[in-house]
């Protein structure tokens, strides 16, 4: 499985963005997905979460009710929604797959694949 994340840029403080990840191969309907950020001198860190049949998500606290994730299980896609973006919210954004139905995790660690990352810096 190969993922190809994509969307980042430069926006101001309060504007919007949305991510795209692109999955090959059959099975993508049956991973969990995710999406991970990591900023210069940050260890990496959870996001958000989607079930494989896209029915459940969770986020981070830092992100709740700005971020949505979102999948399309025809396209092979999963999306991120970024509203009311903030500096902090600058970094290198990552998504990635967890095999055979699994659970929705913030744990890194249970992901099998993992895109190549797209940046978003946010200015003040």
């Known amino acids: 499985v190969q993922l190809q994340a994509s969307g980042g840029g430069l926006v101001q403080a309060g504007e919007s963005l949305r991510l795209s990840c692109a999955a090959s191969?059959?099975?993508?309907?049956?991973?969990?997905m995710a999406w991970f950020r990591q900023a210069p001198g940050k260890e990496r860190e959870f996001v958000a979460a989607?079930?494989?049949?896209?029915?459940?998500?969770s986020y981070s606290d830092s992100v709740k009710d700005r971020f949505t994730i979102s999948r399309d299980n025809v396209k092979n896609m999963v999306y991120l929604q970024m509203n009311l973006v903030k500096p902090d919210d600058s970094a290198l954004y990552y998504c990635a797959a967890r095999r055979g139905y699994g659970r929705m995790s913030s744990d890194e660690g249970v992901y099998d694949y993992w895109g190549q990352g797209t940046q978003v810096t946010v200015s003040s």
């Open positions: 989607i079930s494989w049949s896209g029915g459940s998500q």
């Open positions: 191969g059959r099975a993508f309907s049956t991973y969990g």
